[in-house]
T-cell receptor
Framework: NAGVMQNPRHLVRRRGQEARLRCSPMKGHSHVYWYRQLPEEGLKFMVYLQKENIIDESGMPKERFSAEFPKEGPSILRIQQVVRGDSAAYFC?????????????FGPGTRLTVT | RKEVEQDPGPFNVPEGATVAFNCTYSNSASQSFFWYRQDCRKEPKLLMSVYSSGNEDGRFTAQLNRASQYISLLIRDSKLSDSATYLCAVNDFGNEKLTFGTGTRLTIIP
């Protein structure tokens, strides 16, 4: 009964390096969402993807951030040239379909620390 | 005005008591509503979807008031294990992203 899986759970990067965060949705789920939670703040939507398509990236910063969900393999959130302000918990969620209730289930998150 | 607002608390409640939180939303076109709980440094876990008619799951009851644009969560016979931050989440018609409140922190006191 595998839930949403994310790795790594903790990631430390120096300023200017790249961070790659991976997310495998729950079995049977084809919709993936990325959210960011800054310390002492709420969860903020970043991007919504289906296989090979970005559906809504209205929450993504315009520069340095990108996301993909290839036909095979996990979804990847990529942050180039990280800065200290990128330090946060990044959560991935998945959902089954787009019915009346878009119940989203979250993975354990990746805690990114930029030094 | 924030899209989704919650009283941050903290709510410190004795074990066995009943506690209720509200969450207000600003967009009248909001379609779906959810309560999540989040333990410290953990992921949000879906507690309940909130249906128009209200719904109950054991000690937990969720209500939706569209006229006043708020949802509520009632916890009866609170347990120590109910201590957590409770997040409400809303999404709008035709828009799958969830907008979260900043959460209400609940501590159950023995």
């Amino acid at each position: 009964n595998a839930g949403v899986m994310q790795n790594p759970r903790h990631l430390v990067r120096r300023r200017g390096q790249e961070a790659r965060l991976r997310c495998s949705p729950m079995k049977g789920h084809s919709h993936v969402y990325w959210y960011r939670q800054l310390p002492e703040e709420g969860l903020k939507f970043m991007v919504y993807l289906q296989k090979e398509n970005i559906i809504d990236e209205s929450g993504m910063p315009k520069e340095r951030f990108s996301a993909e969900f290839p036909k095979e393999g996990p979804s990847i959130l990529r942050i180039q040239q990280v800065v200290r302000g990128d330090s946060a918990a990044y959560f991935c969620a998945s959902s089954l379909n787009t019915g009346e209730f878009y119940e989203q289930y979250f993975g354990p998150g990746t805690r990114l620390t930029v030094t | 005005r924030k899209e989704v607002e919650q009283d941050p608390g903290p709510f410190n409640v004795p074990e066995g008591a009943t506690v209720a939180f509200n969450c207000t939303y600003s967009n009248s076109a909001s379609q779906s509503f959810f309560w999540y709980r989040q333990d410290c440094r953990k992921e949000p876990k879906l507690l309940m979807s909130v249906y128009s008619s209200g719904n109950e799951d054991g000690r937990f009851t969720a209500q939706l008031n569209r006229a006043s644009q708020y949802i509520s969560l009632l916890i009866r016979d609170s347990k120590l294990s109910d201590s957590a931050t409770y997040l409400c989440a809303v999404n709008d018609f035709g828009n799958e992203k969830l907008t979260f409140g900043t959460g209400t922190r609940l501590t159950i006191i023995p």
